[in-house]
């Protein structure tokens, strides 16, 4: 009886300290690989988005915990079709916390696509400075780089010689490259 009480204990605390460090997890890889936002900062970003839903991710790991327990029912079969559920179901509530991208609505007249860059100011002037940005650049505005052939904005880009360049460093390349 005593060991079964140590167990249980050891059990609950390891459990309340691995919640934490799961939140922290949970958005970090994809803010890193995405945003370029540093390790530390996006696990605590991570963190806090998970902590202001955390109502939704409670109810999400017990489906999750009630799904894994069928999944390994047949021999663990189930878990292939599981896993690429989850990680599926993490980039979406991903795009929904940090993007807030809206539906994508196709209709047969009108394909309606929205791309929102992610942004953690709450400022009304840098929403308003954002939307301005959102309806400048269109795909006209597009150019490609002459050294690394990548598509930019127009208006990012620098020009040389009726060319355009992603930085001035390719700039520097090209000019060199083609004077040899």
């Known amino acids: 009886m005593d ?27 994809l803010l890193v690989i995405f945003h370029d936002v540093p390790p530390v900062l996006a696990m605590k970003k991570s963190f806090f ?31 292939f079709l599981l896993i690429p559920v989850v990680f599926t179901s993490i980039y979406v509530s991903y795009k929904d916390i940090f993007l807030a991208e809206p539906v994508t609505i196709k209709d047969s007249q009108l394909e309606v696509t929205a791309q929102k860059e992610v942004s953690w100011s709450n400022t009304e002037e840098d929403q308003e400075e ?11 505005d597009m ?11 127009e208006n990012e880009a620098i020009s040389a010689d009726d060319q355009y360049f992603c930085s001035d460093e390719h700039r520097r390349e090209y000019e060199s490259s083609s004077k040899k």
């Open 143 to 153: 150019v490609k780089c002459a050294q690394c052939h990548v598509h930019i904005p």
């Open 3 to 29: 060991v079964m009480s140590n167990m249980l204990t050891a059990s609950l605390v390891a459990l309340s300290l691995s919640i934490p460090l799961l939140m922290a997890a949970w958005f970090s890889p």
């Open 49 to 79: 988005a998970c902590l202001k839903n955390f109502i939704a991710f409670q109810l999400y790991g017990i489906t999750l915990i009630i799904l894994a327990m069928i999944a390994i029912i047949p021999y663990g079969l189930g878990l």
């Open 130 to 140: 954002k939307k301005e940005k959102e309806t400048t650049t269109t795909r006209t």
